[in-house]
């Protein structure tokens, strides 16, 4: 069982030694940071530490390289979707500094929305104020005004589209 260890080690330390650079040049292309990459090619070899019972002297090559693989991807997904949630607090951040502006700002929202919803159909309307001011649900409304929830769903894509033009057209001028 030592000896097992012992030749294990040898492998992993010998491999570390044969494609550590090829690992890391394999990593920085992916990625373009140089220190990531060095710190993504040190956790192979930690991965690969902890895979030594499967490893061979034969096929130790391809783990490491799927390991580096796999090791990429996860750090690109991370990447992307900490790129994509900093980009979207930042075009959806409060420029406002001001409380009070920022309170005058929604009532006026308010009243242009309620102005515009005067001006729907009758049913449109309806269909609109119950889900936005009574918050019930498509097939809450599609039940109560005996409906198909595909018409109420139409309904709310239709009033939804006219308010929200009705204001950009307005905080256009």
Do not use: W
């Not at 992993?12 to 650079?21: M, N, P």
């Not at 019972?53 to 990429?72: G, S």
């Not at 309170?103 to 159909?121: G, P, W």
């Amino acid at each position: 069982m030592e000896d097992i260890k012992v030749i294990l080690s040898c492998l992993i330390t010998d491999s570390y030694q044969k494609y550590y650079q090829s690992v890391c040049s394999y990593i920085y292309y992916k990625i373009g940071n140089q220190e990531t990459a060095k710190d993504l090619s040190q956790d192979v070899f930690l991965r690969l530490i902890d895979y030594k019972q499967m490893l061979r002297e034969d096929t130790v090559k391809y783990f490491i390289h799927t390991i580096a693989r796999n090791l990429v991807t996860d750090y690109l997904r991370r990447h992307y979707k900490k790129q994509e949630v900093t980009s979207y607090i930042y075009d959806h951040a409060i420029t406002y500094t001001n409380e009070i502006e920022s309170q005058v700002i929604a009532k006026e929202l308010s009243v242009l929305e309620k102005y515009k919803l005067d001006t729907l159909s009758e049913q449109r309307r309806k269909v609109y104020a119950m889900n936005r001011f009574e918050d019930k649900s498509i097939s809450e409304i599609s039940t109560e005004l005996k409906i198909s929830p595909r018409t109420v769903e139409n309904h709310l894509f239709k009033s939804r589209k006219e308010i929200r033009n009705f204001i950009n057209l307005l905080y256009a001028i």
